[in-house]
């Protein structure tokens, strides 16, 4: 199966014969209920593009996914990423939803509408405003531009959490269509949840309900790579430290979805939930959360709970990976800390009166309809 697969990549890689299924496609009228998501290149069912499929009227809507391994969503209508077939569903579709880039071979029809949701509210710096390059997607900077620009070239649409958002995405992503500051459609969840639902997710993940919950959320390093898409990730965060101060608290690793390969971390009240489909569903049980350069913390102060950061690299990842768009130091709640000891002394004097203006100008109150609005977006393209 794996030749197989790599000679229908090769297949959809050859300039001649894409050419060739634009043609027999664009014969073939566009379908005007059938919505196609795809979300992290396919590795997973996750994120904004659930969140939308979740809240979408689907008796009206013909909805399917592109993922890379359709077997682990037996529960969802899907489509293996990167076949004859997905390509055949993609020019077909009225209404394409992503959270990252589609493949570059797939070419948009007119009439079709691509809604970008993108994954994350900015901090380390995106795209054109990058000024270093450690990725392995691409040969260089150039190339990698090159990849992104011609698929911003078929956005319709661009989602923005906030004016800061928005301002950051301009620049990076030199979008120049409507830009939809509506929020996140996954943090629907995060303003209309009921105790039942922490105590749902809690029993699925086996953590009493006495517990405290504190989730881990780093993301990858653009350095620390093994090959196209596989990153590795060492967690210098001492649980065994952590669990000797805060006995009665369960610690939840959620590494990013770009990790492949991570130090085996096995003790007792640590779990790791990386392969959890639903993040929101990890910050609703979680009291406090740790994160590093990754943007999950902006999502995480809509809950108004407590989030600290763990940065014993942040000079070189400033300096050397990525760069900022806001000061680490200066612009959220609690400063970096460089060392175990400085993670556990800020959790042992958490105050939460910090966060209020950060959640003001991070998640505004009118967010909380995104869904609503989104759908509304979708109506109007569709029907």
């Given at each position: ?34 919505i196609?998501?795809e979300s ?39 489509v293996?990423?990167?076949t ?35 994954h ?30 011609d ?42 949840y ?46 065994k ?27 007792e ?8 489909s ?25 809950l ?17 990976l ?62």
């Amino acid at each position: 199966m794996k030749k197989v697969f790599k000679k229908i990549k090769k297949v959809l890689s050859s300039t001649f014969l894409i050419k060739i299924l634009n043609l027999i496609t664009s014969i073939t009228p566009i379908q005007k209920n059938l919505i196609i998501f795809e979300s992290f290149f396919g590795v997973s069912i996750s994120d904004n593009p659930l969140a939308i499929y979740e809240n979408i009227d689907r008796s009206k809507y013909d909805c399917l996914f592109l993922v890379n391994d359709p077997k682990k969503y037996s529960d969802f209508k899907t489509v293996k990423r990167q076949t004859l077939k997905s390509y055949f569903l993609m020019r077909k579709a009225k209404v394409i939803i992503n959270n990252s880039r589609m493949p570059k071979y797939w070419k948009k029809r007119d009439g079709q509408v691509y809604i970008q949701t993108w994954h994350g509210t900015p901090l380390k710096k995106l795209v054109h405003d990058l000024t270093t390059f450690n990725m392995p997607s691409a040969n260089s900077l150039d190339d990698y531009l090159k990849l992104f620009d011609d698929d911003i070239k078929k956005w319709d649409y661009l989602i923005s959490s906030c004016p800061y958002s928005t301002s950051c995405f301009k620049s990076a992503f030199q979008f120049e269509k409507e830009i939809l500051e509506i929020g996140y459609p996954r943090n629907y969840k995060l303003y209309n949840y009921t105790t039942l639902d922490k105590e749902s997710i809690k029993k699925k993940l086996n953590i009493p309900n006495d517990k405290r919950v504190v989730l881990y959320a780093p993301t990858y390093r653009d350095n620390q790579n093994n090959g196209l898409g596989e990153y590795y990730f060492n967690s210098k965060l001492d649980f065994k430290k952590l669990q000797y101060e805060f006995p009665d608290t369960i610690f939840l690793i959620r590494y990013h979805y770009l990790i492949t390969q991570t130090n085996d971390i096995d003790y007792e009240n640590v779990i790791n939930v990386s392969d959890y489909s639903t993040i929101s569903d990890l910050y609703l049980i979680s009291d406090l959360l740790i994160t590093d350069y990754s943007s999950v913390f902006f999502d995480y102060s809509i809950l108004k709970k407590p989030f600290l950061f763990f940065t014993p690299d942040i000079d070189e990842y400033q300096d050397d990976l990525r760069g900022f768009y806001l000061d680490m130091y200066l612009d959220f709640p609690n400063i970096p800390a460089k060392t175990n000891d400085e993670v556990i002394a800020q959790m042992k004097e958490l105050n939460l009166s910090n966060y209020q203006d950060f959640t003001k100008k991070y998640n505004p109150d009118k967010n909380k309809d995104c869904i609503v609005k989104i759908l509304n977006i979708i109506n109007e393209n569709t029907f």
